[in-house]
Structure formats: structure tokens, C-alpha cells
């Protein structure tokens, strides 16, 4: 221990303060979440503004243009009655439409069973539906038995 105490100077105790002081600063210890898989038609604008949304609150995202999504949201799952705009891919989870981040972050923390989370339509105020008078929507459960309520919102946050 002497040992040790002698070989540390004032030189390696500032090199071990910047160390952290760096590791802070890049978000090392940050909450790790996994990459989304984003699958849009070209033309939508809200689409983009999901995204942004999700980048916006630690979510590294990948965006795939897809003119016809129907053979994607049959492919993964997602029933007609739930479809909206955009569909997303989480880990093993399936995200359509405008669901929130915290309903997403909810979804990984939990991991309930199930397909994924949905938001159906397009509710105003819902992230990337921005404007108006925001509406309380739901966020939906689906994949295991009848789509359950996931959670309410007005926005991007819980009611």
C-alpha cells in the first residue's frame, strides 16, 4: 500500500480526474438503450418528426424508406386495427405509430409479454404530431391476448 501511495503524484491524480471528468462528459454510465429500426414512407413528414423525437431522448436510429409498409406491418405483426403511419423495430419489440419515448423506455424496463406498443392514428400532439390542442390518447399493448392499454398520454408525457 506505501508502495502504491508513493508511486501516485500530483501528475496521475490529475490524469485520473480528467479521466472522469471525460467519461462524464461522453455519457459513459448513461442509459443504454438499443437501436430502433424505423420503416416510413418517403413522403411523410411526421414520420421524421417521430424520429427526431426519439433521438432527441438517447435513441439511436435507423431509417429505412418504404413506399408500401403493409407487407412490414404483416410481417411483424401489427394488427390492422392498430396500423398508423410508421413502424419500428426495438430490440424484440415492434413500435407503430406515435408512441412515446417514455411508453418505449416503459416497454424495455418492464418487458411485458407481447409483440409491442401502438399508438393508433395519428393523435394530435402525440411526438411528431405536434400543434393544436393535444389529445389524450392510449398507448396499446398488442401480441399476447387482446391489445391492452399500455399507459394514457397527452403529449409525450403520462396522465
Not at 491524480?13 to 467519461?23: D, E, I, N, Y
Not at 416510413?40 to 427526431?52: S, Y
Not at 398520454?153 to 396522465?159: G, I, M, S
Amino acid at each position: 500500500m506505501t508502495q502504491l501511495l508513493k508511486t501516485i503524484d500530483r501528475r496521475h491524480v490529475l490524469w485520473l480526474v480528467a479521466s472522469g471528468v471525460a467519461l462524464s462528459a461522453t455519457g459513459a454510465g448513461a442509459e443504454m438503450l438499443p437501436s430502433v429500426l424505423v420503416f416510413r414512407n418517403p413522403t411523410c413528414g411526421c414520420c421524421h418528426k417521430w424520429v427526431e423525437h426519439l433521438t432527441a431522448n438517447g435513441f439511436d436510429v435507423t431509417v429505412r424508406d418504404a413506399p408500401n409498409l403493409k407487407p412490414i406491418k404483416e410481417q411483424l405483426g401489427v394488427p390492422a386495427d392498430l396500423a398508423s403511419c410508421h413502424t419500428a423495430q426495438i430490440g424484440s419489440y415492434v413500435v407503430e405509430g406515435h408512441v412515446p419515448s417514455a411508453a418505449i423506455k416503459k416497454l424495455l424496463a418492464e418487458k411485458p409479454e407481447g409483440r409491442g406498443l401502438a399508438v393508433p392514428g395519428m393523435p394530435t400532439g402525440s411526438p411528431g404530431m405536434e400543434g393544436d390542442a393535444p389529445e389524450i390518447y392510449d398507448v396499446f399493448l398488442f401480441g399476447a391476448g387482446a391489445p391492452r392499454s399500455f399507459g394514457r398520454y397527452r403529449e409525450d408525457k403520462p396522465v
